[in-house]
């Protein structure tokens, strides 16, 4: 199977390589090619992981299509043979796995919603009752479902380092008050529709990562929305409160990660091939049972 780890489109103007997402400048749009690299706390991992930057480029898409009357997003185009002349000779990379889009001016912060009590939030919540500084009940169990889904943004930080949870306060003083109540509102709202589409699907969302940014004053959706690796994906099927999940998403390769102990540092540890096999097959299967 091939994979794609890295891209080097000569002729084409490198606008930076995120931790899965190869971006080149066209001008007024931005080729966002999903890789198959795969981050796991923050860093990325040394195997490819093969038809993951397909599944997230078709997850997203799918969302974009279902989400847009909510708020406006970034996609022009996700068919190759419609994108500017110049990317037409990496086409064979591109197909399937690429986007083209509307260049925004990111918003310095990552609008997470949590519907669900899990991972860091579980932590905060154990520790000092709230969230983001948002009060909740007393007695909560891991993976309980809230009574609302919050909105608990975080900072976003640069390539390896961790990205810090803010209050809301914190948010309007990064980008506003205006902004911060906009992005709030719309992430929750994205939330709350998407949840119900995967409910019917069998899934639980039980948290989720979005990024929006100003295009032309105005502000949309930016980046990958709902996949495996910006969301906690559960099966429903098998949900109890009480204990952490199985899940589609990544969660299984950190169960590996943590079970040897590694210290959460560059450089990571390469996978075993089991573990890289069945983490391809969760995302396909994400993908399958989302759009199916
Ligand atoms: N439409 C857009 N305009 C400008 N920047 C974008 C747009 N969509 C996504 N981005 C940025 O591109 C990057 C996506 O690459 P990714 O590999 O996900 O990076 P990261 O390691 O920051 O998660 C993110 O930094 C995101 O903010
Ligand atoms: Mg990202």
New binding site residues.
């Given amino acids: 199977m091939k994979t794609v780890f890295n891209t080097e489109f000569n002729g084409l103007k490198l606008?930076?390589?995120?931790?899965?997402?190869?971006?080149y400048d066209l001008g007024d749009s931005?080729l966002?090619i999903?890789?198959d690299?795969l981050?796991a706390f923050?860093v990325?991992l040394p195997d490819p992981i093969p038809r993951k930057g397909e599944v997230l480029t078709k997850i997203s898409i799918y969302w974009f299509d279902q989400l847009k009357d909510i708020i406006g997003n970034?996609l022009i185009s996700a068919d190759v043979s419609k994108y500017p002349a110049a990317c037409q000779k990496y086409a064979a990379d591109l197909e399937g796995r690429s986007m083209l889009?509307?260049?925004?001016?990111?918003l310095p912060i990552e609008c997470i919603v949590r519907g669900y009590i899990s991972g860091s939030g579980w932590k905060d919540y154990k520790t000092t009752g709230k969230i983001s500084g948002i009060e909740l009940p007393a007695g909560m169990k891991e993976s309980q479902k809230m009574p609302e889904p919050i909105f608990t943004p975080s900072t976003?930080e640069?390539?390896g380092k961790h990205d810090q949870t803010i209050d809301f306060e914190k948010a309007e003083e990064l980008v506003g008050s205006k902004t911060a109540e906009k992005v709030r509102d719309a992430a929750i709202a994205l939330y709350k529709k998407a949840s119900d589409i995967a409910a019917k699907k069998d899934i639980i969302i039980a948290d989720t990562k979005f990024?929006f940014?100003f295009?032309n004053d105005e502000l949309?959706l930016?980046?990958?929305v709902l996949t495996p690796?910006?969301s906690r994906f559960w099966p429903k099927d098998d949900y109890e409160i009480g204990r952490g999940q199985k899940s589609f998403d990544k969660q299984y390769v950190r169960d590996y990660l943590i079970s040897i102990k590694w210290d959460q540092k560059p450089p990571a540890p390469q996978l075993p091939k089991d573990v890289i096999k069945k983490t391809s097959e969760k995302y396909l299967e994400a993908l399958k049972k989302l759009t199916a």
């Fill in positions: 606008a930076g390589r995120g931790k899965v997402r190869d971006i931005l966002i999903a890789s690299r981050s923050d990325v970034h889009v509307k260049k925004a001016k990111p976003k640069e390539a990024e940014g295009y949309i930016i980046d990958e690796d910006s």
